[in-house]
């Protein structure tokens, strides 16, 4: 007999389970997504050119709220737990909500929906969002290249378009973004790739994206998003670890998941962490999987114009989704207005607009920072209406991106950029010319 089967998902994870193991499998009916972490993700439809002949309607995209009512209206067999960044506590309340309608819960076992690569493959990912999973992504490429290989990254997904004309993307040049109408969430993966010479791939199906990569690469290096496992199979699985959330690489899916998997361990941020909350993170991996190497890293703080901070009210923008459901308080842009002297971080709450006033109500705890919010246009009208409406000196602007460039910043902006830095041996740059010279 079929199964009814809801997969919920943050349209990434869900789709790639979907593709890989549902879409063409007879035993299974996919009644419907549910959606939660991305704004306007719910009331879409997973398009019938994706979903198969099975699906000639495609498959409708519901709210992560409505869940017990989908399974008890569709009489539902089976919910597919499908997305990342989220407290083990929390994985199992929706399993309960699941289990006491009916329904069966499961999680896919990691390695099951890896795609095998004709190319080697290197892993980057995090046991959070906020790590610094993209800036050791991009030492891995400058290393990589640096030894003469063609690297291709292909990123995580972030499908917030259309996703039939999103199902494969390719990004070389600057023009590409504005093809593929890029959100500020993607812009800030893949720009910074861009401007290091590579290509970088993402989508939605990631059997056809791996498809076109191979024909022009000799190393592929899979860019994570959240804290989610790869959709590849790794030749070199590296995670990234933040002490400062020491603890969280326990308590999170699949963050411990990619704890126990990895063959580097890479603790960042040890520059502006605690000694004693390194210890933890270090003791935490070696508990959990003694055979990873792991490494100290420090996430280098660098400002355009360091005079320009000192002594000034600076209203710190920073990226989004680390501050949201990664529900970090601070950033690189908080570090910054520290280290530099800054008079008084001003809290943008008082005057937000629009959308960014949502965004403060689901996440109450970010804090006086603005999260760089653009998952569409009008989000990216709302940011810089607020960033204007501030009573603040200076910007300080943290995002990966040259915000400028999308929106009219009428003060003063300070750029402020972050990027990987060896702290001691071993490297990951002694690591990767071993695995792959």
């Not at 009916?102 to 929906?113: H, L, S």
């Not at 000799?218 to 990234?240: A, E, M, Q, R």
């Not at 580097?264 to 909350?277: F, H, L, M, Q, Y």
């Not at 200076?394 to 402020?416: C, F, H, N």
Request: proline share 5%.
């Amino acid at each position: 007999m079929t199964e009814k089967v809801i997969i919920m998902g943050a349209a990434g994870r869900d789709f790639h389970n979907f593709n890989v193991y549902f879409r063409d499998n007879e035993r299974y009916d996919v009644v419907c997504f549910t959606a939660t972490q991305i704004p306007d993700i719910d009331g879409r439809k997973y398009p019938a050119e994706l979903a198969g002949e099975a699906y000639p309607k495609g498959i409708p995209i519901f709210g992560d709220d409505l869940l017990e009512e989908l399974i008890l209206q569709n009489g539902v067999d089976l919910v597919v737990f499908s997305y990342s960044d989220i407290t083990h506590t929390e994985v199992m309340h929706k399993a309960s909500i699941a289990t006491a309608a009916g329904a069966d819960f499961m999680i896919v076992g990691a390695p099951y929906t890896m795609i095998e690569s004709e190319k080697p493959v290197v892993s980057v990912c995090a046991v959070r969002t906020g790590c610094g999973k993209s800036q050791t992504s991009r030492e891995v490429v400058r290393v990589l290249q640096d030894m003469g290989k063609r690297v291709v990254t292909i990123r995580h997904p972030m499908p917030y378009g259309d996703l039939a004309k999103q199902a494969v993307q390719r990004f070389e040049k600057y023009e590409d973004f504005d093809a593929h109408n890029c959100t500020i969430e993607e812009r800030e993966e893949y720009e910074p790739v861009i401007e290091m010479g590579a290509v970088i791939y993402a989508g939605v199906d990631y059997g056809a994206i791996l498809e076109e990569a191979q024909k022009e690469a000799d190393i592929i290096v899979w860019d994570g998003g959240n804290n989610d496992t790869p959709f590849y199979k790794p030749d070199l699985n590296v995670v990234v670890f933040d002490p400062h959330r020491a603890g969280h690489e326990m308590t999170y899916h699949p963050g411990e998941t990619n704890m126990r998997m990895c063959d580097v361990a890479v603790i960042n941020k040890v520059d502006s962490a605690k000694p004693e909350d390194v210890d933890t993170v270090r003791k935490n991996i070696k508990k959990a999987n003694p055979n990873a190497l792991i490494i100290e890293a420090e996430s280098e703080v660098a400002v355009d114009d360091a005079q320009a901070i000192k002594g000034k009210r600076v209203l710190v923008v920073e990226d989004g989704p680390t501050l949201t459901h990664g529900e970090m308080q601070f950033g690189a842009g908080v570090i910054a207005a520290q280290r530099f002297g800054a008079a008084e971080m001003v809290d943008p709450r008082p005057y937000l607009v629009g959308s960014l006033e949502e965004t403060f109500d689901t996440y109450p705890d970010i804090g006086d920072v603005l999260p760089a919010m653009g998952y569409s246009e009008q989000q990216v009208r709302d940011l810089e209406a607020t960033i204007n409406g501030t009573d603040c000196d200076v910007v300080l602007s943290a995002t990966p991106i040259d915000i400028a460039g999308l929106i009219s910043v009428e003060k003063p902006l300070v750029r402020v950029r972050y990027g990987y830095k060896n702290r001691m041996h071993p490297t990951l740059e002694g690591v990767l010319r071993d695995h792959f010279g």
